[in-house]
């Protein structure tokens, strides 16, 4: 079995080591674009010794963000910052991933550290869109059910952004079909409740999810790898499953998906969910034993020894860091010493003197 600090190939494409940074919102931009922020945030940990660093949730539509400062790819002017940042990222060893999104009916909410609440049209937010009229909670602004022409448009707006992506030099994509945003809302059946062919069963439940899929492969050159993230599970009695994640997870891999990120929850607020270090990782277990397809493990995996446990044990192929990289954008060089793979590091020549 591979170790944490092992390369890793997907397509033309191998991550220096098995290390991703997870995609985190940062909220700090304006009208979509891309700034220092972003360069500072995802360039130190490029400079940490990540294998892989993914640009949080950005939206593919402007009434895709979960609040006015989310990232954006909705239009071509979106490109040149992103460009930089890709570069920065690249030359310094790690892997450039960018993870496009839609938000669905958790859209139009204020950021986090001012309440993450609805915020109504008037006073800047907009209509949500989703599968079904149903609100997230009372706190979030009531989604106008989908026509069938807004799903074309979310599928035109997924492949628009993958050209994008391309234009500015990203090696990975991730489609965010997780966290009970909008792919994620017509893969349950608690927040689709549809008859049209894309709600009811299993098949029409995915089917967005393999349309979004198709129309991104088809745009992202065949040499690079695609991921997805999906929640497992919902935690509640009559959502979605982790038997459906392991059947849903063989037909993304038909349609050219790499690597399922497996992650859970985010649908209703009301789900129960017992959050323990590694809380996830059967999830990612499972779905890379059923499906045979590779898979991240991602949530609340800190320690170095218990990351490369998870890829020592074949439990994935590699591990999804958030916090942890929040706490220490260097997480990655100091875990390769503390695991006794020092040559493993990428010390930046700047930064020698200190290592
Ligand atoms: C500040 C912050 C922002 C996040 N933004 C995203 C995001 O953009 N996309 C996503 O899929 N998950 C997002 N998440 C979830 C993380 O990627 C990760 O799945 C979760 O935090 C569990 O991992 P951890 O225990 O290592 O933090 C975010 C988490 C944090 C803490």
Redo the contacts with the bound molecule.
């Keep these: 079995m591979p170790h944490l600090f092992d390369p890793l190939a997907l397509r033309s494409v191998t991550l220096p080591n098995r290390v991703g940074v997870?995609?985190?919102?940062?909220y700090s931009s304006e009208d979509g674009f891309a700034n220092d922020w972003h360069l500072v945030h995802l360039g130190s940990r490029a400079v940490g010794g990540a294998g892989l660093v993914m640009v949080?949730?950005t939206a593919v539509e402007a009434r895709g963000r979960i609040t006015p400062r989310d990232l954006g790819l909705w239009k071509d002017t979106h490109v040149e910052l992103l460009t930089g940042i890709a570069r920065f990222v690249e030359g310094h060893g790690a892997v450039p991933g960018i993870?496009l999104?839609h938000a669905g009916r958790k859209g139009s909410t204020s950021v986090?550290w001012e309440g993450g609440t609805g915020i109504d049209p008037a006073r800047g937010g907009w209509e949500p869109i989703a599968p079904s009229a149903l609100a997230f909670s009372e706190r979030y602004i009531p989604p106008r059910a989908m026509s069938p022409d807004d799903i074309g448009e979310v599928v035109r707006a997924f492949a628009a952004a993958t050209r994008r992506a391309v234009a500015a030099g990203f090696r990975v994509i991730?489609l965010?079909f997780?966290?009970g945003y909008l792919v994620h809302e017509f893969l349950s059946p608690l927040s689709n409740g549809r008859d049209d062919g894309y709600g009811g069963g299993f098949e029409q439940r995915i089917r967005l999810a393999l349309e979004v899929t198709r129309a991104v492969r088809a745009g992202w050159p065949d040499r690079l790898p695609l991921l997805a993230?999906l929640s497992c599970t919902d935690w509640v009695d009559g959502g979605w499953t982790v038997d459906e994640s392991v059947e849903l997870a063989r037909r993304l891999a038909a349609e050219g998906v790499d690597l399922v990120?497996c992650?859970s929850g985010g649908l209703v607020p009301y789900a129960k969910i017992e959050a323990v270090p590694g809380y996830?990782v059967p999830f990612a277990r499972r779905v890379r034993a059923e499906s045979g397809v590779r898979t991240a493990a991602?949530?609340?995996?800190?320690t170095p020894a218990r990351a490369d446990a998870v890829v020592r044990e074949g439990d994935a192929d590699m591990v999804?860091?958030?916090?942890?990289?929040?706490r220490d954008p260097y997480w990655p060089l100091h875990a390769a010493a503390e695991l006794g793979h020092p040559d493993a590091r990428r010390i930046p020549v700047q930064y020698l003197r200190a290592f």
Aim: include cysteine; proline fraction near 7%.
């Design positions: 997870s995609p985190m919102c940062e949080e949730a993870q999104a986090p991730e965010h997780a966290h993230r990120d992650s996830q991602v949530g609340l995996i800190s999804m860091l958030a916090r942890a990289m929040l």
